[in-house]
C-alpha cells in the first residue's frame, strides 16, 4: 500500500512567536504530520493541542537521551502534549497525528526532536476526545518564544 504525504500548510515565522496554530484542517486525510524546525535563544520546551482544548484532557509519556544518560517520564491529566527540550538552533521536531479524524477513538501522537545542543526525544501523547481534530496548536511551555525563521509544515497522509 502506497502512502503518499500533501502539504497542507506551511510557514516560516517572520517575527517571535510563542505559539502557532494550523486551523481550518480538512479531514480528507487518514494522519496528519508535523514538521518544525525550531531555533530559540533560551530553554524551551514545546507542547502540542488539538481543537484549541486547554483542558486536562493530554497524557504524556516521553523517553529521552542526553548524551549522558536516559531518562524517561510519565504525566496524565495535563493541558498538552509535549516533545521535550526544543532549545537552541535547529531542533528539528516532528509529530505524527494518528486517525485524526476518527469520532469514535481517542487521538494518539508519537512526536521526535532532537535538539543539536541538548538532547533527542520520543514521546506518545494522548488526547483523551473523540472529536475529529480540525486545529493544531504548537506552543512554547516557558516565556521563551522560537525565532523569526523558525517553520512550520503540516502534511496530510493519504494511503492509497
Avoid at 9 to 32: C, G, N, V, W
Wanted: with cysteine; hydrophobic share 30%.
Amino acid at each position: 500500500m502506497a502512502t503518499t504525504y500533501e502539504p497542507i500548510a506551511t510557514t516560516t515565522l517572520a517575527s517571535t512567536a510563542a505559539t502557532y496554530t494550523f486551523s481550518s484542517i480538512p479531514a480528507t486525510y487518514t494522519d496528519l504530520v508535523m514538521v518544525a524546525t525550531l531555533s530559540s535563544s533560551g530553554t524551551t520546551y514545546s507542547g502540542i493541542r488539538f481543537n484549541g482544548d486547554t483542558a486536562s484532557n493530554y497524557s504524556l509519556t516521553d523517553i529521552y537521551g542526553t548524551g549522558t544518560g536516559a531518562v524517561s517520564s510519565r504525566q496524565a491529566n495535563i493541558t498538552g502534549g509535549g516533545s521535550g527540550d526544543t532549545s537552541g538552533t535547529g531542533t528539528v521536531l516532528i509529530y505524527q497525528i494518528n486517525n485524526y479524524s476518527n469520532t469514535t477513538t481517542y487521538k494518539t501522537t508519537i512526536s521526535r526532536n532532537g535538539s543539536p545542543s541538548t538532547n533527542a526525544v520520543a514521546s506518545a501523547c494522548l488526547w483523551r476526545s473523540t472529536a475529529a481534530i480540525n486545529s493544531v496548536t504548537i506552543y512554547t511551555g516557558t516565556a521563551d518564544s522560537w525565532a523569526v525563521g523558525s517553520t512550520f509544515t503540516l502534511y496530510g497522509i493519504k494511503a492509497a
